[in-house]
């Protein structure tokens, strides 16, 4: 006996769908979202939520980046008001700056994480690929707001400062191998 497959809207079958021996929409697409490849943008970066920090990235740079700032002994702070003066906080895609460009052109920019280490406020911006959009943005911003320090935080870039990290945690007698769901590469 063979089961009826089942399409979304009602219509016949595709074709594709008896070979993978799947009977409903939802086992269909259950079964393409784990055959397919990772979702991302231009960049193919890996987008979506991710174990340990409990909301969404747009990369894995992204989650990497915040996982590093949490085991240095970052607090994730989610309010819209600036953190205490004391500790060590950080803000995930906080504030946006309207850059205008001298010839009137206007660029939004969100770094993606602002950083209050105990008081004095910074940005990093994580950058897998440098594209021509993002070199404006980060110009602009360099040049409007020459106050607020601004680091670009490549993959090479994280992973010394992860094993900058690391070296420190041991020199002080921690017994840490890695940071837990680091998704980079070597």
């Known amino acids: 006996m063979s089961a009826r497959i089942e399409h979304p809207m009602g219509l016949a079958a595709p074709a594709e769908w008896a070979h993978t ?27 979506g939520k991710r174990a340990g920090l409990g909301h969404y990235l747009r990369s894995a740079l992204e989650a990497d980046a915040e996982r590093l700032l949490r085991f240095l002994g970052y607090q994730s702070w989610i309010q819209s008001d600036a953190p205490p003066a004391e ?13 205008t460009a001298k010839k009137g052109a206007t660029v939004f920019y969100k770094p993606d994480f602002h950083l209050w280490d105990e ?9 897998g690929c440098m594209d021509a959009r993002s070199k404006r943005a980060l110009t602009l911003m360099k040049n409007r707001h020459p106050e607020l320090p601004l680091a670009v935080i490549s993959r090479e870039e ?12 041991r020199r002080r007698g921690e017994r840490v191998l890695d940071i837990p769901n680091w998704e980079g590469h070597a």
């Open 158 to 169: 994280l992973q010394e400062r992860k094993t900058t990290a690391l070296w420190e945690a």
């Open 21 to 47: 021996g799947h009977t409903s929409a939802a086992e269909f697409r259950k079964w393409l979202e784990s055959k397919a490849p990772a979702k991302g943008g231009k960049f193919h970066a890996k987008a």
């Open 119 to 127: 008081g004095r406020y910074s940005l990093w911006e994580t950058k």
């Open 87 to 99: 500790g060590r906080w950080y803000r995930y895609e906080g504030a946006e700056f309207k850059l």
